[in-house]
Nanobody, 119 residues
Framework: VQLQASGGGLVQAGGSLRLSCASS????????IDWFRRAPGKAREIVAS????????SYADFVKGRFTISRDNAKNTVYLQMNSLKPEDTAVYYC?????????????WGQGTQVTVSS
């Protein structure tokens, strides 16, 4: 399950971006996919999570109501729709895959995509 994150870029505050996490693996739909971000000088933080089917999702409080995670297993892709972006959302965003729902031991990571929000 190789992961490829894309869709980052430069956007003004209040704008939107859609990130994609694409996989080449045939077992993609057996993995929970989480999105993380790491801002300069800050620790990595989880942003959103999607279950195997996408039927169950969860979000960090700081993105609730603004970000939406979804997945299309037919396309082996998880999306992160980011609306009402704020300068504090500036970070490198990563996707990661795990089958370990409890401990979140991630087996695969995407390479990261830069999101920059200007004020």
């Amino acid at each position: 399950v190789q992961l490829q994150a894309s869709g980052g870029g430069l956007v003004q505050a209040g704008g939107s971006l859609r990130l994609s996490c694409a996989s080449s693996g045939r077992t993609f739909d057996t993995y929970v996919i989480d999105w993380f971000r790491r801002a300069p000088g800050k620790a990595r933080e989880i942003v959103a999570s999607a279950s195997w089917s996408g039927g169950s999702t969860s979000y960090a409080d700081f993105v609730k109501g603004r970000f939406t995670i979804s997945r299309d297993n037919a396309k082996n892709t998880v999306y992160l729709q980011m609306n009402s972006l704020k300068p504090e959302d500036t970070a490198v965003y990563y996707c990661a895959a795990t089958r370990d729902v409890s401990l979140r031991n991630y087996e695969y990571w995407g390479q990261g995509t830069q999101v920059t929000v200007s004020s």
